[in-house]
């Protein structure tokens, strides 16, 4: 079981991610944009965090440049959540120091395998 | 394990159609002509938020046609297209057709799929793209592996990551056991890089290995398992069989690309959002059910515990208690009127494109809180007030500048709190109403008579009267059968009612008053022998008790008094309701005088009691409907009192006039 970050502004997006993880016994936490979720990270410690992108107050981008300036989370996993559209966002992402993506749609499997593949 | 996504469904759909109100507003905003870049970023991130889910939540179409949406909206975002008007109107029937998309879906609505698929097309020829493919199907990993690459027993990987790729995440020991599940894997560490150890970060990676993976594994496979870090590692991938050179990964070199450097969405976005919960109406109705349980059982409570002086203290705490949790139960239904004015800027500029008319709409007051029932129901009454004032009030540019008026009228919505009553005012600088024209209708349709001096407040009250309508010729947009008594007849069944104000030349104002809430009344309670009735204080007059001869029987108007210089119908209450009264001599109990939609009548009553605040119980769900009643209530000794609905005892009192004629005719 790991402690998990959940960052997007659409609600249902989040439901249904934190319900896919908590299904798989991971305990999660949602955030609807990057301020909270940063506040969020300062105030714990989480062994993965999945943002969306596009937020509105702080974005997926600088979120995760901010995460990675921190301590606790220097080699964190960190997953993007993109579209297919934003082929560039995938490398803005990684650029920013996110570990990888998961391209928008996803089916809860999709989820659940690519998120095993990077939690110990 | 297989999770059901469409249980998320109902919260996408409510974000979507959000969503949709916040593209709305935001294009009606980049209109008005003003360059806002963060209109545009909320329109955009708006669109991909219900492309993302869209797809995720099994709408394909709806995924296909944001798609397409979004793309545009990027190009405008990053000033690669200029933002036109004609643009604008596109992108605001898209929102239109999303709409119509997301409510089928929803709730099996009607679709007009060729309207759909023709701003689908229309689109698709303004991104000057036509992508046959919607972009859910097109799957990441190319399918195009060549037979060869196909069968083989097995691959060489040489992999040499850049000595940053800790810091992503990114462990080799992953991949490994990620292609140890592909097959047969055998791992060599090369250790030339590795400085002394005094110079050693340990953040940093300074190995590469030489992978063998053994087994029929598709190339693809290997390609996923390096998909996230091929910028960060220099990887060559041979089939085992070959060459070394023939087949490899042409990585390397590249290194990681340089960000684009202008973040794409700013912080410190507009959107206000207020932290809140989403609980199910259903949960507040019974919450505030309770509560006026709650309120029934103390007002019972103190009426008994007059003759306990040692209770007295606690019973008035009570009182205060339940009353403020009351009130703020009642707040929990309310919402902000923005509800039904983020509507209209949208209506304003649809009609003023169509009938060729400047208008600019003003609101102010959005914040103002109402009942929600009651803004669901004064939604179709305010959309044909301000659709008056556009289609009446104002004028052509070319009139008004010929009255010495700005071209560019202006319609002002405006809501405020007045004495326990919400006001939503639509005033307009249009051409105001032309009184002896209206006079003169109404004289026309006998709908009062030409000796009778009228105030002017009264004639233009004679607008709301039925059958009156001073249109010249039906439009398309007004007069569509519905007039200002429908308008007048639906503010009243919420408890509310309705004024006109105009001045010729300079506009008018139309002022509609609102209750705070439908579950509580201000009622006089009155009595019939030994049943008691509410009466809603709003419509009473007055309360008189009458002189015989005053008393009169006018053919085809029933028993009548006269009031002052007023013949006014008498309504016993107890015929109607059938009871035992104390009196059934007139002069000797009471007549309550109500008013409603410009109707007057008497209420035969044996006596007023108080007046107080009664918690409204629908008799339709309890009982049934029931002619003259509109509700019940609980009082403080714990019986139960009728609400009276006077616009019906109107009706009813009108039909027995009619009965009384046909009766006389025979």
């Known amino acids: 079981m790991s402690s998990i970050l959940a960052v997007d502004d659409s609600a249902s997006m989040r439901q249904m991610i934190a319900h896919t993880l908590k299904g798989a016994g991971h305990d999660v936490t949602e955030a609807g944009d990057g301020e909270e979720a940063l506040g969020k990270a300062k105030s714990g410690k989480f062994d993965l965090v999945v943002t969306d992108i596009n937020m509105p107050k702080m974005d997926g981008i600088t979120l995760i440049k901010e995460l990675r300036a921190l301590a606790n989370y220097k080699g964190t996993p960190i997953l993007t959540l993109t579209t297919e559209a934003s082929a560039d966002k995938k490398q803005e992402g990684k650029a920013a120091g996110a570990t990888g993506w998961i391209v928008k749609p996803f089916d809860p499997d999709t989820l659940l395998n690519t998120i095993s593949k990077v939690l110990k | ?666």
């Open chain 2, 1 to 666: 394990m297989a999770i059901d996504v469409s249980q998320f469904l109902q919260t996408f759909y409510e974000e979507s159609f959000e969503g949709l109100d916040i593209m709305e507003s935001g294009l009606l905003n980049l209109d008005g002509g003003s360059e806002n870049s963060e209109s545009i970023n909320d329109i955009f991130r708006a669109a991909h938020s219900i492309k993302g889910g869209s797809g995720t939540f099994g709408l394909n179409a709806v995924a296909s046609f944001t798609h397409v949406l979004e793309s545009l909206l990027d190009e405008m975002r990053d000033g690669r297209r200029q933002i036109t008007k004609e643009g604008v109107n596109l992108l605001l029937e898209s929102v239109d057709c999303l709409r119509e998309m997301l409510k089928a879906s929803q709730g099996g609505d009607e679709l007009d799929a060729q309207r759909i698929a023709d701003v689908h097309g229309r689109l698709e020829a303004m991104w000057g793209k036509k992508e046959a493919a919607s972009p859910v199907a097109t799957a990441s990993g190319a399918d195009n592996e060549s037979a060869a690459s196909e069968a083989n027993s097995g691959w060489d990987i040489k992999f040499s990551p850049f000595a940053y790729i800790l810091k992503t995440g990114n462990e080799p020991a992953r991949m490994f056991r990620e292609l140890g599940e592909l097959g047969e894997l055998t791992v060599t560490v090369n250790t030339d890089k590795v400085p002394d150890f005094s110079e050693m970060d340990p953040d940093e990676c300074f190995l590469s290995w030489d992978l063998k993976l053994e087994g029929n594994v598709k190339r693809s496979a290997i390609d996923d398992v390096f998909s996230w870090i091929e910028e960060d590692c220099d990887l060559k991938i041979t089939p085992i069989a070959s060459k070394p050179d023939t087949a490899s990964q042409p990585a390397a070199a590249s290194g990681p690309t340089a960000a684009p450097t202008s973040a794409s969405a700013r912080s410190g976005g507009a959107t206000a959002e207020a932290a809140s919960i989403r609980v199910g109406i259903d949960k507040v109705d019974s919450v505030i059910n309770l509560v006026g349980e709650l309120v029934i059982t103390q007002s019972m409570l103190s009426t008994t515990g007059e003759a306990y002086p040692a209770l007295q203290a606690g019973l008035a705490q009570l009182e205060r208690n339940t009353r403020e949790l009351q009130e703020q139960v009642m707040r929990m239904r309310m919402l902000p009127v923005s509800f039904v004015f983020n509507r209209f800027p949208r209506l304003v500029h649809d009609i003023s494109q169509k009938l060729g008319k400047q208008i600019e709409l003003k609101m102010s007051g959005e914040q103002t809180e109402l009942d929600k029932t009651v803004i669901e129901k004064v939604t179709d009454p305010l959309v044909h007030l301000i659709r008056n004032s556009l289609d009446h009030g104002i004028e052509m540019p070319e009139d008004r500048r010929a009255a010495g008026k700005p071209a560019t009228g202006t319609v002002w919505l405006d809501a405020y709190h007045k004495g326990g009553n919400i006001i939503i005012e639509v005033k307009d600088d249009g051409k105001g109403i032309d009184k002896s024209v209206v006079l003169a209708k109404a004289i026309e349709r006998g709908l009062v008579d030409a000796s009778v001096h009228l105030e002017d407040e009264q004639i233009l009250d004679l607008i709301f009267q039925p059958g009156f309508s001073t249109a010249k010729e039906v439009s398309d947009l007004s007069g569509r059968g519905v007039g200002m008594d429908v308008v007048r007849r639906n503010i009243q069944s919420l408890g509310g009612g309705v004024e006109i104000r105009s001045k010729e030349g300079e506009g008018s104002t139309i002022t509609v008053r609102l209750p705070l809430t439908l579950a509580i009344l201000d009622g006089q309670t009155v009595e019939v022998g030994t049943e008691n009735y509410i009466v809603p204080l709003v419509s009473i007059v007055e309360s008189t008790q009458i002189k015989p001869e005053m008393l009169n029987y006018v053919a085809g108007k029933g028993e009548t008094f006269m009031l002052r210089d007023e013949y006014i119908p008498v309504i016993r209450l107890y015929e109607i309701f059938d009871s035992k009264p104390r009196h059934t001599d007139i002069t000797k109990g009471l007549l309550v005088v109500v008013e409603s939609d410009g109707k007057k009548i008497g209420l035969f009553v044996d006596d007023l009691l108080g007046q107080q605040q009664v918690v409204i119980k629908s008799l339709e769900t309890n009982y049934k409907k029931v002619d003259g009643i509109s509700g019940a209530t609980i009082l403080g000794d714990g019986s139960v009192a009728l609400i009276l609905d006077i616009p019906g005892l109107i009706r009813l009192s009108q039909q027995n006039c009619n009965t009384d004629r046909l009766k006389m005719s025979a």
